[in-house]
């Protein structure tokens, strides 16, 4: 199998790259990059030199394809892709969310619209049996695969309100230069807050935590909408999601109970591990391992939730290669057993 990787001179771009030279199935050809076209791909990261791949203008044909692209220029370059490959995963925002209308709130206008009802959103621990179907996957941002992955096992058991307070390391923010979000020293010992009046990813949490509620209530629903509240931070540090989810009990349930859900939920999941203490971002760096710690806090009858991930693997490229692994039929775990990078 032939992979291609649109737009390798970013951070997603360079990890995937990163992953699937390890990859025993699928041998990467081609890469794309607009500001490094025809250089060879070792000159610009010289990690990747082993590759021995030169930086292409565009993609000719290939397998499978994945957009590591902004949103709108990936919606722009996604219907031709599927002409050039038999599978896209593309890792930007632009088929995550269903609804059109909440897509253009969010993001404006939409290139290719007429795609999104045959996106799969590609978080496999929720629906591996679709990815493996699909031929166009939409690969969830970072604060969302750490929050859904958080919340999902409990979604049903607590009431319509949730509450997400999520750290970022600043590769998250992209390779792109961004004064207040990448700059040395916006960031260097500095914490802040960002997106309190509305994040982009606060709508795709909100989607997939609603669906899981509704297909695990089917004949409890009580139609009140779920609530989510997303605050988002960033910190300085290169790489890692810590998302600390908030949820109250609907009934009283002990922590065993709670532990109990969560492991029959992520049982026959090879990538989260439900953990017995709180997990840090560290233990998580260069794996496609999500981390989640559930604990009752019994004072105030809330779940508190601790879910970490490196947004870079299982937040991005990781998370993307398990999805082709699906797509193609290939083991699941394929290329992306590496443990992760500690201290
Ligand atoms: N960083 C993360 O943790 C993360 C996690 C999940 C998803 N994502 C998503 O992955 C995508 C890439 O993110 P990133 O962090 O890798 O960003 P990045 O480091 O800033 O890279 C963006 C890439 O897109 C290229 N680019 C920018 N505007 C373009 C345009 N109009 N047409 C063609 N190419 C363009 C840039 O190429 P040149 O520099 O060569 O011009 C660069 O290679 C985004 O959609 C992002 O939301 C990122």
Not at 111 to 124: D, H, W
Not at 127 to 150: F, Q
Request: charged share 15%; hydrophobic share 40%; net charge negative.
């Amino acid at each position: 199998m032939k992979a291609g990787i649109v737009n390798v001179t970013g951070y997603a771009g360079a990890e995937l790259a990163r992953l699937l030279a390890c990859h025993p199935e699928v041998r990467l050809t081609q890469v794309t990059g607009r500001s490094a076209a025809g250089k060879p791909l070792g000159q610009v990261f010289p990690h990747l030199a082993p590759l021995g791949l030169a930086i292409q203008e565009d993609l000719d044909e290939v397998d499978v394809c994945f957009t590591a692209l902004p949103h709108h220029a990936s919606a722009e370059l996604v219907p031709e892709l599927l002409r050039r490959a038999r599978w896209v995963i593309d890792i930007s925002a632009d088929y995550r969310l269903h609804d059109l209308a909440t897509y253009e709130r969010w993001y404006g206008h939409h290139p290719s619209p007429s795609l999104l009802p045959e996106a799969v959103y590609g978080l496999p621990e929720l629906h591996w049996p679709a990815i493996a179907r699909a031929r166009l996957v939409a690969n969830p941002g970072c604060y969302p695969t750490a929050s859904i992955l958080g919340l999902a096992p409990i979604i049903d058991a607590v009431e319509p309100q949730v509450i997400v307070d999520a750290k970022s390391g600043v590769s998250g923010a992209g390779r792109t230069m961004k004064l207040e979000v990448n700059h040395y020293c916006e960031v260097n010992e500095n914490v802040q807050a960002y997106g309190l009046q509305g994040h982009r990813h606060q709508p795709e949490i909100a989607q997939e935590l609603q669906e899981a509620r509704n297909r695990a209530r089917e004949h409890a629903a009580d139609g009140v909408p779920l609530q989510v509240t997303f605050v988002p931070h960033l910190v300085p540090m290169t790489r890692g999601i810590l998302a600390t989810c908030y949820a109250r009990l609907a009934q009283p349930l002990a922590q065993h109970q709670v532990m109990e859900r969560y492991r029959a939920f992520y049982a026959d999941q090879p990538f989260t591990r439900v953990v017995d203490a709180p997990p840090a971002t560290k233990q998580t760096l260069g794996s496609n391992l999500c981390l989640v710690y559930p604990l009752v806090q019994e004072a105030t009858g809330q779940v508190i939730v601790i879910s970490c991930i490196d947004n870079l693997v299982k937040g991005a490229a990781g998370q993307a290669i398990h999805n082709m692994n699906l797509m193609l039929g290939l083991r699941p775990t394929a290329g992306l057993e590496g443990l992760a990078v500690y201290p």
